[in-house]
């Protein structure tokens, strides 16, 4: 196989995850729609004029009913359970758009949550599950960017229906959009997981599979036989040293270090303050003296920072690595929260600054560059290339209900953190981006470019504390070069791939 050839394959490949992230456009539009939907008047007519407490409850049903479908298991396959979340969402979509008390918001969110918890959990991990070693970041951080899709998408029909229309309209049909997206039309198409298929023993779709994403389907490709080879035999491998895959996330070491740095890095996301800012512009923004008619402009600007930032973030991550944009991202977006700060202690609303709301603007605007580009798009990326095949969903599952319970932590307490701190309530904010990095540049190891069969070895020989230790990563690309030579890799033991007519068989037992 050519060079040429394999990128033709990996840019296939790339586009079966593009059209797996789909779903994703959906979760950015619901999360980014919300903000123009609270302040709408008829809309606050039909709730009962929700408080504080319970606009946090609106904005938080979508992540409580996310955090209940993530804990899913690997019964039906990742193409299927990506429908399965598609429905759950439509459901959920019709029912805010039809909603006639605040009772229907809180259900129809909670489905609309399932739904969302399915496919911002699942997208990920199929993409890395089909993805050359090579390109495995660049597909993962989709996510992250088709959500900026729908931000973006999301903020522009907002503004324009705050402005352009009254009553029902204003509120109705901006969350009835959401459910005309067809994202199943699409998913149905894919191609199913080649790691799920051999974990469940269908070895002969694992092989056409392969064939498909990485070759136009030449079961006999070099590359294809050499990658089928290194997959159904790492597997045989866990089955045998993974028989309970939940325990063992919980009594192998190497395997709850994993387990711990993903959790702890879906929280981390949350303490930097991105969803404070995303449900509650206009709160934050009228502390400065900007009212939310122009808020929600500002905003529309803002999905386009983000867009920009996730961009960034898919070119640009094989490259870079994980660690390094990670912790960077962090602490320049706790600098500009601590500018931020300063300014609306020193210039709070009635001030008439202009000088400084135009300041305190541009800092939210450059967090969100920053947070975009690095800390959003890997905090889905990094948990599903930690684990192997046989802990992978159900490691990711959890690392998946953090971002949640987290999530709808910020979402509950922060309308009431407003009304009783103001903007002291930033502060928390700003130490927790700057304890973020440091917390990552200690204890994370890089995992660019590592196959998804190498990484308990991998794991097994980075120290607790990373800086320092000598530990190198090798290229992903002369990864894949010893794959077109029929090189694989089988827990630590480096054996040659054979044709179909020959019948050499790996050691299990012995690696």
Not at 165 to 189: A, D, E, Y
Not at 246 to 262: A, F
Not at 387 to 407: E, Q
């Amino acid at each position: 196989m050519t060079v040429a050839s394999l990128r033709l394959h990996q840019f296939y490949t790339w586009l079966c995850g593009l059209f797996a992230a789909l779903g994703s456009v959906t979760f950015g539009y619901d999360l980014g729609i919300i903000a123009s939907v609270l302040p709408a008047e008829d809309f606050n007519r039909v709730t009962g004029n929700p408080d504080a407490t319970q606009q946090g409850l609106i904005t938080g049903c979508l992540l409580l009913g996310a955090f209940a479908s993530s804990i899913i298991t690997d019964a039906i396959g990742r193409r299927r359970a990506i429908l399965a979340g598609c429905l759950l969402f439509f459901l959920g979509g019709g029912l805010q758009c039809g909603a006639q008390s605040i009772s229907y918001m809180y259900g129809g969110r909670f489905l609309a949550g399932m739904g969302i918890g399915m496919l911002a959990m699942l997208a990920p991990l199929y993409q890395s599950e089909i993805a050359h070693p090579s390109i495995r970041g660049s597909l993962t951080t989709l996510q992250q960017f088709m959500l900026g899709i729908g931000a973006f998408i999301a903020s522009f029909i907002g503004y324009g229906l705050y402005h352009g229309t009254t009553g029902p309209v204003q509120w109705r049909v901006p969350l009835g959009i959401q459910i005309l997206r067809k994202c199943f039309v699409l998913n149905s198409l894919l191609p199913e997981s080649p790691r799920w298929l051999a974990m469940k023993g269908r070895n002969q779709e694992v092989l056409q599979v392969l064939a498909r994403l990485h070759a136009h389907g030449d079961v006999n490709d070099t590359f294809v036989v050499a990658e089928y080879q290194e997959i159904t035999h790492q597997v045989e491998l866990e089955k045998q040293f993974t028989q309970n895959a939940w325990s063992q996330l919980l009594t192998n070491p190497s395997n709850l270090r994993r387990l711990i740095l993903g959790v702890a890095l879906q929280f981390s996301v949350q303490m930097t303050g991105v969803s404070c800012i995303q449900y509650y512009s206009p709160q934050i923004y009228a502390s400065i003296g900007i009212d939310t008619s122009t808020t929600l402009g500002l905003q529309s600007g803002n999905s386009v920072v983000a867009l920009i930032g996730e961009g960034l973030c898919v070119l640009f991550i094989d490259r870079l690595g994980r660690r390094g944009p990670l912790v960077w991202a962090n602490i320049l977006s706790g600098i500009t929260f601590i500018i931020g700060t300063i300014i609306i202690a020193v210039y709070p609303a009635g001030s008439g600054n202009a000088n400084a709301s135009r300041a305190f603007v541009a800092m939210t605007w450059l967090f969100n560059l920053f947070f975009s580009a690095a800390i959003g798009p890997l905090s889905w990326a990094i948990p599903v290339e930690m684990f192997n095949s046989a802990t992978r969903a159900k490691a990711t599952s959890i690392t998946s209900s953090a971002a949640w319970i987290s999530n709808f932590m910020i979402a509950q307490v922060s309308p009431i953190a407003f009304d009783n701190v103001g903007w002291r309530y930033y502060l928390v904010f700003a130490v927790c981006s700057m304890s973020n990095a440091l917390f990552f540049w200690s204890f994370l190891p890089e995992t660019k470019g590592i196959p998804l069969e190498e990484l308990d070895s991998y794991f097994d020989s980075v120290p607790l504390f990373v800086p320092g230790s000598g530990v190198h990563v090798r290229d992903a690309r002369a990864r894949e070069e010893e794959l077109r030579r029929g090189e694989i890799h089988v827990g630590e033991k480096v054996v040659s791939a054979v044709d179909e007519n020959k019948s050499e068989k790996v050691d299990i037992e012995h690696v």
